[in-house]
């Protein structure tokens, strides 16, 4: 017999980064799952990873208090940042995009490297092909005030 689900929880963790502060901890303490085979088994799943990257993961967890992973990629926005070359800056150390997308240009990206976050990305993004896929990270280059040359 099939196990009963619950619910399920969306977060965004560093890879191989994950510990139980804030926000893995409450969250997953909240709904009486253990927090720190979460903690684990997200460590090892996410050793593939480049560390610290963002990377979203779905929690299915089951009436037996039970839960299951879904490892999404890191989203659209850190990879073109990252192949853009900025660099962390702020409080937070975040890679931030323009102040102003469309008016200041933060960076700078080929097509190529277009081509190569949208085969990775693939299989969460909503497209039928790649051309489609590259379509949508052009949009999130837009947004984030990143130019595509050539």
């Known amino acids: 017999m099939a196990k009963k689900v619950i619910g399920s929880l969306k977060l965004q ?29 997200f460590n090892a799943r996410t050793a593939d990873i480049e560390p610290g ?7 299915t967890y089951y009436q037996d208090k039970s839960f299951t992973l ?3 990629t890191p989203p659209a926005s850190y990879l ?7 660099k962390p800056q702020g409080k937070r150390q975040r890679m931030q995009g323009s102040p102003k997308p469309g008016r200041h240009v933060q ?13 990775q990305k693939m299989k969460d993004l909503s497209a039928n092909d790649i051309e ?4 949508i990270i052009l949009g999130s280059a837009k947004s984030c005030g990143i130019e595509v040359k050539g």
């Open 107 to 119: 960076g700078t990206v080929t097509v190529a490297q277009v081509r190569a976050i949208a085969e």
């Open 53 to 59: 990257a963002p990377t979203p993961v779905i929690i």
């Open 80 to 86: 073109l940042k990252k192949a853009a070359g900025l």
């Open 13 to 41: 963790v560093k890879a191989q980064q994950a510990n139980p502060s804030p926000p893995v901890g409450p969250a997953l303490g909240q709904r009486g799952l253990n927090i720190m085979a979460f903690v684990k088994e």
């Open 132 to 135: 489609a896929a590259m379509q």
């Open 70 to 72: 879904e490892l999404k």
